[in-house]
């Protein structure tokens, strides 16, 4: 069973700043499109970008767009989530997954689309 591993999250004021990572270990995330998605309280899991494999595209849902910047790291198996500007309503646990297609889906990314999920990282912006 393939399985990633999220971390970076933490609490900020908005305004602020954080980079997410989805790593792995055992195997390539080069191969898979990764999604990043995001759970509020209460709330279904949204899509909230997606980078597809040896970087053939990035797609981004349009509340986060010109915030968010979905990155690879090849050398550190490692995807990366850079929130800029962050808001109150981006307090969410974040979540990233694999498509095994190696093909980003067009927005809105759907949860069927996706597998592996990690065990998420809580994001908290607040004043």
């Known amino acids: 069973q393939l399985q990633v591993v999220e971390s970076g999250g933490g609490s900020v004021q908005p305004g602020g700043s954080l980079r997410l990572s989805c790593a792995a270990s055992?195997?390539?995330?080069?191969?898979?499109?990764i999604g990043w998605f995001r759970q509020a309280p209460g709330k279904e899991r949204e899509g909230v970008s997606c980078?597809?494999?040896?970087?053939?595209?990035?797609n981004y849902a349009d509340s986060v767009q010109g915030r968010f910047t979905i990155t690879r790291d090849g050398a550190k198996n490692t995807v990366y989530l850079q929130m800029n500007s962050l808001k109150p309503d981006d307090t969410a646990v974040y979540y990233c997954?694999?498509?095994?297609?190696?093909?980003?889906?067009?927005?809105?990314?759907?949860?069927?689309?996706?597998?592996?999920w990690g065990q998420g990282t809580q994001v908290t912006v607040s004043s």
């Open positions: 055992g195997f390539t995330l080069e191969y898979y499109a």
């Open positions: 980078i597809s494999s040896s970087d053939m595209g990035t």
């Open positions: 997954g694999l498509d095994y297609s190696g093909v980003c889906p067009q927005q809105p990314l759907r949860v069927a689309d996706f597998t592996s």
